[in-house]
Structures are given as structure tokens and as C-alpha cells.
């Protein structure tokens, strides 16, 4: 049975009376309206992201605004958002809708409305009472990821001050937070010990066996996939009847595994080889999060009968998305992860091992409906000495740049007091402002600049928000639209497994680069950019010179949005405009320098260059950059991004001249964090220092509390 085959079996609606969630749906309903804030958790597919919202708005909170959820995942607003939509049977972007980065899938009609907390992050600054909203959901909290946590902080401090959260609104807001049972105490307490709602699960036992195969120096992508081919293929030829999840990192490993499954399944003879002769199939499913969502559907429909389902996914599947009838886990022990590098200074997103809090996570997928296993291709010794006990916040281990400008623009000028669930590294904070001073975001003493009020409007990051506005005051912002557009999708370039198809599109991509003009990986992202734009067959025009169509639709759309968000802002009066006498190139570059001085590097030696930033890294060049083999003829170089493997690659390269960055790199070193963090308490009234007194005596005693449970 091909991966590939589709099938249509409606799903049934009415399974929702079967959850977990809906024998407490008046209760919910009520305790909804009793508090402002409510914390709920319960198992995961227990029902509370596809049915409190309905229940809530069954219960007629729409008429007094919108019901919000927020998702840490992109997938996960979109893919629930659908299929609640389905069982409202009501069509998708009407009554329920969602909102991600660059796809708003909402109208005036939209009541019950999935979106990313980042969404929210940025409705919260253009009206921070949230007044079209009666309901906020924060969904995953347990995630604890970056935003949610700072939406949780910040919703705290805005309905704990009543004149503060009535303003422009006519009823109070009502703020649920859910989560996995993870820390439902904690959130509770900062939350002003508000009332914790448990949803009773029925969970069924899962056996956990290690396997000696990966120990803790087997990290190697090529092995662990190998591995849990294996083990998904032993489990589908000795297990009972079931479906299988298996968890890996990311899309183009579990593209391989689906192949590599998909290839050694066919040679299955089901008679002789398959334990249960009620297995007649394997089906094998891919789940990631840049996957076209049509494809997605797929996995939450049973399969055919005698077939198991196999789904291959990322740790999407852990607690964002639930798929009924699996029995079986093959757990490779990795993640994803974004995570600040200190070595080089910057985040990259690293495959780690996935915590022991995880693991156990991901087992108890197997044990929803009936008792069930689960295979972890690691050993004893890996879970001993290579995986931590919990999953370090998001908050403590990534840059904060993006979020600290937002706190900034809403007026939280005191970064370092804000009430974070888990307080970040002093260090981390300062480091965010280094950043947002350099670009020039915030002033000496920390406070917001008109620029930094601009760059806030942009979901980018903030160098790439920095070079565009630079471009924009010299009147070139179509050189830097579409390249910050395409930085923003998914890779457009594809690299086929074949060789000679690899060889091809290698040569494909060094022709494009040729056309380009100019060698460098900006231009050429440009190039990619207009010259499909102006093909009158651009899906042929892609498939020919192996380029993404997908990825490059998306980019059109991302472009013609951060247009409209330069538009309006153009409009202001006070629009910073510059002159410019130079070439068209120098141009381009210099704009890039302006946002990307900080990722300087120059040539030392051979092939190596070093950082400027006073990490002093020793940097290559990525294999896929035009300027890869030529590093000779280069000397300083800027940067969009780093790939660190066993060396260091710095990937989206630009040649520039010292004369560009020399006046902006004394930046780079001589800034006072203490001068940028400090000001804020300067300013401060006696009246507000007295509340912070209070307050801050207050949360102490909590926080003592807090580590008691
Ligand atoms: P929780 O949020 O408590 O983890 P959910 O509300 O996500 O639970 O899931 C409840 C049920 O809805 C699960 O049985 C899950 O399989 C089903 N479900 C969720 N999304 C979909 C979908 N897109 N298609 C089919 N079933 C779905
Ligand atoms: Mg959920």
C-alpha cells in the first residue's frame, strides 16, 4: 500500500461526546464565568483544545467578544482550527478561523479564533487590553515557550490593575490557561493562587523497554534514523495489531526514514513474515510542521481496515496534536530545539536529547484507548547521563531581542522586574538590549527610539527588520522586500538524495547564481524571487531549476504583507528618509550591512574566517553558498545565519567592505548594559517604587510558596 494513496472516510463528529472533557462541561462553563483567571489540565487528548473553546462559546461568551487560543505551533492552530471548524460544521475562516505569521485565515465573523502566541503578542500591542476579545485560551503552557510565557506575564499584570484592564472594555476578560499536568500548582500561585480545574483522564499502563543501540555518543542523524527504522519495521512484523508514532527531529530526517520505511515495507511477504495475520499493511504518514496541510488531514483518519497506520513525526505529536489508535512509540530521543549557543553568540536551532519529563511524555501517546509499548532506540546509560530531567524553558535558553522591544513598545520599561514565570538569566536580558541598542531599537538609556517603535511592527528578526527600514529611507525597499520575504519561508532550494540529481540541481542553482550578476547569496535570493515572478509558468519555471514552488508562493504572499505593513508606516510623517550616492549594489550591501554589522566576519586564513563580534569564532562558508570555493578573493563578509556541526558554517552570505561596518562596529564593543538596563529604574516615581515594594514582597512569599508543592 502506497504512502502516497488517499482514501475518504468521514470522520465521526459525535466522538466528542465520547472525551474525557465533556462530562464537565457545565461546570467548565460556569467556572469560566466565576474567575478571571482559571487554570485547566488534564491528559493530553483529554479534549481541552477542540472543545473548551466550543464549549465556551455554546455557553455564549462570543457575544461579548471573541474566544482566543493561542498554540505555541503554527501546525497546531491550523490543524485544529480545522477540524473545529468541522465539528461546528461551519466553514473554515468563518465562525472559526485561525491567525499564524503571514496567513490570517479569519473574517468579520470569526468567534472562535486558534492563532500563534506570537499573534497575540502583537494584537496585545496594538490594543493591550485585547477589547475584542472575551476569552483568552493560553493553550501548552507546559511548552513553555518564549511567548506564551511573556503573554502570561503580561496578562498577569494587566488584570491584576483594574483600571488598567476595564479601560475601552465593557466586560472583564477572562483568561484560562491549559496545560499538560506539568507545573499546574506553580501557575496556579502566579496567577494569584487562582482556581486549577483537573480534567480526570483515563490513561492505560505503557511499557518502556531501552535498547542498547544508541549510547550517549551516538548523536549522529544517520544512525539514529537507521535505528528506528528498525525498530518501527520489528514492531510492525511482531507486534499485535495497532499504529505506530515514531518521534524524530525534523523534516528531512523523517523524509528519509518515510523512504527508507517505505522501501523495506515492500519487500514484506505478509503471510510468512507479519506476527498478526490480521495485518495485511503498513501505511506510512509524515507529520511536520511545513507540511502542506491537506497532507496532514490524513493522519487523524483511521486506516483502512487490516492496514497500520505509521506516522512519522516530529515532537509535534507529543502533546500539540493528538492521533487516535496508536499503541505503539518508537522513540529516537532527539529534538529540535532552538537554543542560544554561547560558543558563537547567537541562537541555532541544535538537535539535543529530548529530557527524561519528555520521554515519558512521548510513552504515554501509546496509552490513550488500550494498554500499550513503547520502543526507545536508546540505553540506559543515554537517559542516565545524556538527558536532563526537564525541558529547560524557552525563556532561559533563547535570545529575548524580540520579545524585549515588544515589552518595551507596551511600556514595560523595567525588563529586568517583569513578572516572569521563570526569570531569565540577568545576562540574557542585557545581552537583548546590547542587541536592541546596536540596531539602534532603544537610546543609551534604554528607552524606545521612533525606529525601534518602527521595527516592532515587523515579525522578522530585528536585523533583517533593521536593513529593510535602512532601505526604505533610501527609497530601495523592492531590493530588500523580497529578500526578507524569502529568509522568512521555508528552504527554497532543493537538494535531491539522488547524486546525479544533486549534481544537476547544484549546477541549476550555480546557473541562477551566474544570471544573478552579482555572486552573493542576497542577490541571488532575489534574483530566484523576480525572475519567477515575471515567468509566466512559475511552478514549471521552479520545477525546472529545482527551486521550491510551495516556498516561493509563500514568499510572494509574506512579501506583499510586509509591503503593506511598510505602506502604512511610510505614511507617518515622521518616516525616517536618507540620501544615498552610490551604485546600485554598494546600495543593496550597505543596507544589509546596516542590519547585519553584528554578523561580521573576516578572512583570516585559507578558507577560515573569523567573527567580529568579540566571540572570535572560526567560521566556514556553507557548501550551498555562491560564494562557497571562493573564498579566496573575499576578505570581510556579513552573515544571516550559523550552522554548527562539527565546524562552525555561516549560511546567506555577502561580501561588503570594511569601509561599510568600520563606523558601526565600535558598537559592537563599547556599550554600557548597566546604562541601558538601569534607566528605567531612574525614572521611576516614589509612588511606583513604593507599589514595586509591595509587589515584589508579595511575590517572594508566592514564589516560597511555589517550591513548597
Ligand atoms: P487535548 O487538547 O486535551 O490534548 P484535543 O482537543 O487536542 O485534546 O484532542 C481531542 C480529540 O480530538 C483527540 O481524540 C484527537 O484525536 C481529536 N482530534 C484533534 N484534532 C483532530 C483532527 N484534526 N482530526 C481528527 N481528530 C482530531
Ligand atoms: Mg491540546
Known sequence: MSKRTKWDTKGDLDESKNLPIYQHKATLQQAVKDNSFLVVTGETGSGKTTQLPQYLHQAGFWSNGKIGITQPRRVAAITVAQRVSQEMHCSLGREVGYQVRFDDCTTQDTVVKYMTDGCLLREILADPVLSQYSVVILDEAHERSLNTDILLGLLKQTLSSPDKASKGRCVPLKVVVMSATLETDKLSVFLGGCPVFTIPGRTFPVTSKFSCAIGPKDTESSVYVKEVVKVALDVHTSEMAGDILVFLTGQSEIEKACDMLYEKAESIDYRYDVQDHKVEGLLILPLYGSMPTDQQKQIFQPPPPGIRKCVVATNIAATSLTINGIKYIVDSGFVKQLNHNSRVGMDILEVVPISKSEALQRAGRAGRTSAGKCFRIYSPAFWEKCMPEYTVPEIQRTSLTAVILTLKCLGVHDVIRFPYLDRPEERFILEALKQLYQCDAIDRRGKVTRL????????????????????????????????????????????????????????????????????????????????????????????????????????????????????????????????????????????????????????????????????????????????????????????????????????????????????LLPKLHEVDVYELSSVAREEVTDEEVAKWVTKEAAKRQTEGSAEDV
Open 452 to 663: 525601534g517603535e518602527l521595527m516592532v511592527e515587523f515579525p522578522l528578526p530585528p536585523g533583517l527588520t533593521r536593513a529593510l527600514l535602512q532601505a526604505a529611507s533610501l527609497g530601495c525597499e523592492d531590493l530588500l522586500l523580497p529578500v526578507a520575504a524569502m529568509l522568512s519561508v521555508e528552504n527554497i532550494f532543493i537538494r535531491p538524495g539522488h547524486p546525479e540529481k544533486q549534481k544537476e540541481a547544484d549546477k541549476k542553482h550555480r546557473q541562477l547564481g551566474v544570471q544573478a550578476g552579482s555572486c552573493n547569496d542576497f542577490t541571488m535570493l532575489l534574483s530566484v524571487f523576480e525572475k519567477c515572478k515575471a515567468s509566466d509558468a512559475p511552478s514549471a519555471w521552479c520545477k525546472d531549476n529545482y527551486i521550491h514552488w510551495r516556498a516561493l508562493k509563500s514568499a510572494f504572499s509574506v512579501e506583499t504583507q510586509l509591503r503593506e505593513i511598510l505602506l502604512r508606516l511610510q505614511k507617518k510623517r515622521d518616516f525616517p528618509m536618507e540620501k544615498f550616492d552610490g551604485n546600485k549594489s554598494e546600495l543593496f550591501r550597505r543596507c544589509l550591512c546596516t542590519g547585519y554589522f553584528t554578523n561580521v566576519a573576516r578572512r583570516s586564513v585559507g578558507k577560515v574566517f573569523c567573527t567580529m563580534d568579540g566571540h572570535g569564532s572560526m567560521v566556514h562558508i556553507h557548501p550551498s553558498s555562491t560564494l562557497f570555493d571562493q573564498e579566496a578573493q573575499l576578505d570581510w563578509v556579513i552573515f544571516h545565519d550559523l550552522l554548527v556541526t562539527s565546524r562552525i558554517y555561516i549560511r546567506t552570505v555577502c561580501p561588503i567592505r570594511y569601509d561599510w561596518v568600520k563606523d
